[in-house]
């Protein structure tokens, strides 16, 4: 489970209409806005998604069985990589982030394909962070080496849990064996950025059970941890299972426990927690990451992928069979018609409103545990967020969940238990 910002859901009757620009050259598609920003860095994400097999917890655009599809959805990508070289000329790509589905299905040389094209097309940073998620249960010594090789320097696996039962009711394919030795299949292939995904808060999950998993966590010592509370995605077979009574649903106070201890566990080992769901050793918070956070500019590759460039948040087809066709086609007009670059495989966008753009910095920075600078509010929006905020925030200040300090507006530890109270109130009517 990677901790990537999705755009809000569409309202109810479908995706929202994309503006005829949005299927026309790339700059045409960004807007004049986009030319003040050349010179800023930007992060990369790729979507890869395949899977061995679809939790039913997962509600992310993810296959299985179309594993056939990789030689020619790496073709792709290297393809969508070359169609944005013009547009993100002058801007450095300080971050990479290859999530899905899972990665770590692609063989390393079709990885080596992507990673030369994403070299060719953009320009990386020679200290870029370059991170790929994988599930345990697909890597060996030998891979991780040709990662490392082809440029990675951080690795995410999607753990979930140390107790074979839970992984099994989760329906993950790998073991708690599995998931050590590929840790430790890692640091000797020589990886020393490790990120472990786990979640707690499974239907009837005692305390001690969340307990034991995260300390088999630590006696590993990975240099940063992503914390899930179990949550039922509406579509996926874990919501069938909890509406027709065959799983109960996850208990939020005891959910709520089970956070509390694990805060207080990780600053006892040393962990610095940086977002509502992080936490890492100093040095090595996710780059990428914070990019969402911050509200920085990101542009997304393949299936499904979502952007956020120049004021506009857009994505791409989210079918692999569809993407595919409409990048092919998109290519072929680049290099067969009359020079231009039709960006058919963008298939929804918005431009974000001054009020809009105004509660994702909010929204997202409150994730942050150090919050939202009311110095950087002003300066980015030019309004004061208390005074352009103050009746959606006078609740949560009232109820303990919001507090200002040092001139930063942030979350209470309370608050982040109840965080979706405080969001929701920030979004535009």
Known sequence: ?????????????????????????????????????????????????????????????????????????????????????????????????????????????????????????????????????????????????????VGFNRLSLGVQSFHDDELRALDRQHSADDAREAFCAARRAGFDNVNLDLIYGLPEQPMERWQASLERALDLAPEHLSLYALTVEEGTPLAHHVAVGRVPAPDPDAQADQYEWTQERLAAAGYEHYEISNWAWPGHRCRHNLTYWRCGEYLGLGAGAHSYLGGVRFATAKLPDRYLALVDESWRAANEGDGSTPMRQVVSGETITPELAMADTLILGLRLIEGVSLASFRERHGVDALEAYGPALAEPFAHGLLERANERLRLTPRGRLLSNEVFTRLLPD
């Open 1 to 149: 489970m990677s901790p990537v910002y999705t755009p809000p859901r569409p309202p109810a009757g479908g995706q929202p209409p994309a503006p005829p620009s949005f299927f026309s050259t790339p700059l045409d598609l960004l807007g004049p806005c986009y030319h003040d920003l050349v010179g800023e860095p930007i992060s990369l994400y790729l979507h890869i998604p395949f899977c061995t097999a679809k939790c039913g917890y997962c509600d992310f655009n993810s296959y299985a069985g179309r594993d056939h599809l990789i030689p020619s959805y790496v073709e792709t990508l290297a393809r969508e990589a070359q169609l944005w070289r013009s547009a993100t000329a002058g801007r450095e790509v300080t971050t990479v982030f290859f999530g899905g589905g899972t990665p770590s299905l692609v063989p390393r040389e079709e990885l080596r394909t992507v990673i030369d094209a994403l070299r060719s097309a953009f320009d990386l940073s020679p200290d870029a962070e370059m991170t790929l998620e994988a599930n345990p249960g697909s890597l060996d010594e030998p891979y991780l080496r040709a990662l490392l090789e």
